[in-house]
């Protein structure tokens, strides 16, 4: 796998020391290539002694590249340490080159901001990039000056959001702004939200649902979560994968043919029932006391191009119901003697300790346009999911269920899917929340474009998942991979959670035998998980809520088939005659190296 340098955006109005500040960056680097983004031809004067002050200022090490066409210069040398100065000229020769400035109708750059975000985002050399600073620099208040500002405050967002670092350089004083949270909320629409991230203007408005009180009959709140993300290098890598036991699975099959029944009368029961005594090792299996659902939340980027019927602030307001002990996952848990948590791991929104102690990130950026993380970041979702379970096993949970919340998300997993097992994007496209034909649309134009950035990641699953998937997904990823390297067998959910499970399988080969389909949704890319995954789903019940329901749901067929192996009698218990015994034959010992039946 390639390493990749560090991407930095320096901000900073005229006359700040913002090209000072980037040059320092690169004081190490052994050569450096100087791209300028200004006029190469002119007959300023002044412009051009400036110009030439910053040659002598920079040392031999460094290269001088002159172009507007910066996306294609970054692209035919991705691997040179580069400094780029400045992004508002690239931004001003590109509207001269277009007469923008006497253009009557709205002026739209976002799909050049995405071509260069997009080559930002494949870089793989220490890149720094210049730009001004729209509300630090004089603009003239007339309607090219209003243009300019608006269009460079597009354009900064948008690439800040594929950057490592951004710091803003004010009077040669540099302050880091990488963790800063964001100005605008979820779903801006005004004229400084970068026009590839904004939801359609013809998305209506949707009123968001009140998440109600929870009765006094609903579960108890969910767990609080506690910990926190390791050292997250080489997360990637897990350690190969046992199988569960063969031996003791033979024996569990040999002790079904003795079980007062006809043999295979109980269908996938029996199945299930030798499944879980191969993934504890022991037969009969032991009960299992300590179910476990883990919801991991997290809110995506692409959510603002309309393609859920739900505003993105919903995944918090849900994250809030699920710990107080609300929401459908907390009410079939109870029913099921399972124990919830939930998981903050990429929610555009500041939430309690009780559920960050895993965050990643606030929300994964739009897949559309730009990776919706950095592979850093995908890192430490993984390392999350797998500390996370770590910590669960090391407490005696003996059966997970992982559980997704988050507004949009079965876009990035229906991504996944259809990159994964090659489907064409109308395929794996799902109605999620419930989106009108409008909305399909859009979805389906999202699902097209992240599986068109996908597919060069196809091979490698940690970039495929820092490209298209989410902070959420990774750290699902890692959770069902550790949970195999764990040997705990796994309950799989809908579809955002299997598309995660293709993910971890790629990076833990194995892993599926770990793992038990609780059912399939009406997602069209959940069957065709399943099937790439060569599982068959306990169950088909029209459910698509998500949160771990589907796997909660059949939990309690999981519960009967281990109290078939444990609780019923054999046919020497009962002292009923087995149709395969003579009359006066004595009963069969049990298989060598069980555990005794308990009788009926």
């Known amino acids: 796998m390639t390493a990749r340098g560090v991407r930095t955006l320096v901000l900073g109005g005229v006359r ?41 200022r920079r040392d031999p090490r460094y290269t001088t590249v002159e172009t507007s066409d910066l996306a294609s210069k970054l692209r035919a040398d991705p691997h040179t340490t580069t400094l780029v100065d400045d992004l508002g000229n690239w931004l001003a020769a590109g509207l001269d080159a277009t007469g923008a400035w006497s253009a009557t109708a709205p002026v739209d750059r976002s799909a050049e901001n995405a071509e260069l975000c997009s080559a930002i985002a494949e870089f793989t050399g220490d890149l720094v990039l210049i730009s001004p600073e729209v509300g630090l620099a004089p603009v003239a208040p007339t309607p090219a000056g209003r243009l300019f500002q608006d269009q460079l405050g597009a354009l900064n967002e948008a690439v800040a959001a594929v950057c490592d670092h951004v710091v803003l350089v004010v009077a040669g004083r540099v302050i880091d702004l990488t963790d800063a949270p964001r100005a605008a909320a979820p779903g801006s629409t005004d004229a400084e939200t970068p026009a590839s991230t904004a939801a359609p203007a013809a998305t209506p408005p949707v009123a968001t649902p009140p998440v109600p009180p929870a009765p006094a009959s609903t579960p108890a709140a969910a767990t609080p979560m506690t910990g926190h993300i390791p050292d997250a290098t080489d997360a990637e890598i897990f350690d190969a994968i046992d199988l569960p036991d063969e031996q003791v699975a033979e024996a569990a099959r040999a002790r079904q043919l003795k079980l007062t029944k006809p043999p295979g009368s109980l269908g996938r029961l029996e199945e299930i029932g030798v499944w879980i005594s191969a993934c504890q090792g022991v037969c009969p299996p032991r009960p299992i006391e300590m179910p476990t659902v883990v919801v991991f939340a997290g809110d995506h980027g692409v959510a603002q191009g309309g393609v859920s019927a739900f505003p993105p602030e919903v995944t918090a307001q849900m994250v809030a119901n699920i710990a107080a002990g609300g929401a459908a996952v907390n009410v079939l848990a109870r029913r099921c003697g399972a124990s919830v948590r939930v998981a903050d791991i990429a929610v555009d929104a500041d939430t309690g300790p009780e559920v960050s102690a895993y965050k990643v990130r606030r929300s994964s950026n739009d897949l559309r346009v730009t990776d919706a993380l950095t592979i850093d970041e995908a890192r430490r979702g993984l390392a999350a999911g797998r500390a996370i379970v770590d910590d669960l096993v090391d407490s005696g949970a003996d059966l997970l269920i992982a559980g997704d919340m988050g507004i949009g998300n079965t876009t990035p997993a229906a991504i996944i899917i259809g990159t994964l097992a090659r489907r064409e994007p109308v395929e794996v496209v799902g109605r999620g929340t419930g989106i009108d034909d409008v909305g399909w649309m859009r979805k389906t134009a999202a699902i097209r474009d992240g599986m068109r950035r996908g597919r060069r990641h196809r091979s490698d699953p940690l970039a495929l998942i820092a490209a298209v998937g989410g902070a959420d997904l990774a750290a699902m990823a890692g959770f069902l991979a550790q949970a195999a390297v764990r ?114």
């Open 16 to 56: 700040s020391g913002k090209s000072v500040h980037g040059e320092q960056l690169l004081r190490e680097a052994a050569s450096v290539r100087y791209v300028a983004t200004g006029p190469t031809l002119t007959t300023d004067a002044e412009w051009t002694a400036r110009v030439e002050k910053h040659r002598q």
């Open 487 to 600: 040997r705990t067998p796994v309950i799989l959910d809908g579809v955002v959670v299997t598309a995660a499970a293709l993910i971890a399988v790629e990076m833990a080969p194995g892993a599926t035998r770990w793992w038990l389909a609780g059912h399939r949704s009406v997602e069209p890319a959940h069957a065709i998980a399943l099937e790439y995954l060569d599982l068959e789903p306990l169950h088909t019940y029209s459910m698509r809520l998500g949160e771990g329901t589907g796997a909660l749901s059949a939990l309690p067929t999981v519960l009967s088939a281990v109290d078939i192996m444990t609780s019923m009698s054999t046919f020497a218990d009962a002292g009923v005659s087995d149709a395969d015994a003579a009359p006066d034959s004595a009963a069969d010992p049990e298989p060598a190296g069980t555990q005794p039946s308990s009788s009926a």
